[in-house]
């Protein structure tokens, strides 16, 4: 069988990064991924935009960042959560859920966490 | 041209988590974007499109029925499926016969169909692309 050459790949990761440590798993992928030469997305949703803030972002999350992981926030989620945008930390940025919808329209493998 | 189609399966019972009202916005921005869908539900998400779901009254809030506004899932499965009829889009909502029977959850909202994890995989085959949003 012919190997299919992965372009992108995304993780949406749900759960609060501090009560729910297994959310590392999912930045480990993307990392190896990235140094593989795939370009990875982690999109934070829900709970899992409470790791956004400035300050309380896991280190794993920071390590992602300074991979080269593209790390996006739910702005619904942050809203929703209370975060303004100032209180984003540093690598994180606001983007819409429906994003999501785009990746997969284009045929990008989407994970769910 | 070929038209794009997404599958979604979920996993989660009605008025239980988060990620069923994240699903919905998905399916939602799907529709927007001109996108047919397809919802394989599984496990307790066969209980999203029951008919027979009723809002309450909240008598801490001293509230009636209709002040308290309770959300409904079968109502958030309705309005999809209405979008995508009014934009000539297709959606087929499919519920596990097997996750039916065994919740006693028979009696869905027109528009959706008992099925099998075979139709989830005939769904997956054709679509464009699929995301499993798995219970937590």
Not at chain 1, 97 to 113: H, S, T
Not at chain 2, 9 to 27: G, Q, V, Y
Not at chain 2, 40 to 64: I, K, S, W
Request: hydrophobic share 50%; aromatic share 6%.
């Amino acid at each position: 069988m012919e190997r299919a050459e992965m372009k992108r790949l995304m993780i949406v990761e749900t759960r609060d990064p501090i009560a729910t440590p297994d959310a590392a798993w999912g930045t480990g992928l993307l990392i190896e991924a990235r140094q593989a030469g795939t370009a990875c997305t982690l999109m934070l949703a829900e709970n899992g935009t409470l790791g956004a803030r400035a300050g309380a972002s896991p280190s794993w999350l920071v390590a992602a960042a300074d991979a080269g992981i593209e790390i996006l926030a739910d702005a619904f989620a942050l809203a929703e959560r209370g975060i303004p945008a100032e209180q984003i930390a540093t690598g994180i940025r606001s983007a819409p859920l429906a994003l999501i919808v785009d990746r997969l329209a284009a045929g990008d493998p989407v994970l769910w966490r | 041209m070929t038209r794009t189609r997404l599958t979604f399966l979920l996993m989660d019972a009605p008025f239980e988590s988060s990620r069923t009202a994240t699903a919905m916005r998905l399916i939602d921005a799907a529709l927007d974007r001109g996108i047919d869908v397809n919802i394989f539900a599984y496990e307790g998400a066969v209980g999203l499109p029951l008919a027979a779901q009723t809002a309450h009254a909240n008598a801490v809030h001293g509230r009636d029925a209709t002040e308290e506004d309770h959300p409904l899932p079968r109502e958030w499965v309705a309005a999809l499926r209405d979008k995508a009829v009014e934009r000539g889009l297709a959606f087929d909502w499919v519920n596990c016969g097997l996750c039916v029977e065994e919740r006693g959850a028979a009696g869905s909202i027109e528009g959706t169909r008992r099925g099998t994890p075979a139709d989830f995989w005939a769904m997956a085959a054709a679509s464009t692309n699929t995301l499993v949003v798995a219970t937590a």
